[in-house]
């Protein structure tokens, strides 16, 4: 495998896209290699303000409603 990658055709912007998933690539190997864990990123939904304490289940929801 060559530690080269031919991008003479592509925009500036895309060649630092290119770089920059590259060095992702890397950092993710780098993790692994390591032994640590990936992170994942939670998903935040919107919230609304409520009495509520813990976890409810979508039947306890609509069983409210």
Same mark, same amino acid.
């Given at each position: 495998? $060559?530690? $080269?990658?031919?991008? *003479?055709?592509?925009?500036?912007?895309?060649?630092?896209?290119?770089?920059?998933?590259?060095?992702?690539?890397?950092?993710?190997?780098?993790?692994? #290699?390591?032994?640590?864990?990936? #992170?994942?990123?939670?998903? &935040?939904?919107?919230? *609304?303000? &409520?009495?509520?304490?813990? #976890?409810?289940?979508?039947?306890?929801?609509?069983?409210?409603?």
């Amino acid at each position: 495998m $060559t530690d $080269t990658i031919d991008l *003479h055709d592509l925009p500036e912007e895309e060649v630092r896209l290119v770089q920059e998933f590259v060095e992702f690539l890397k950092r993710r190997m780098k993790m692994r #290699k390591a032994g640590g864990e990936e #992170k994942v990123e939670e998903i &935040s939904f919107t919230a *609304h303000p &409520s009495d509520v304490i813990g #976890k409810l289940t979508r039947r306890e929801i609509y069983d409210y409603l």
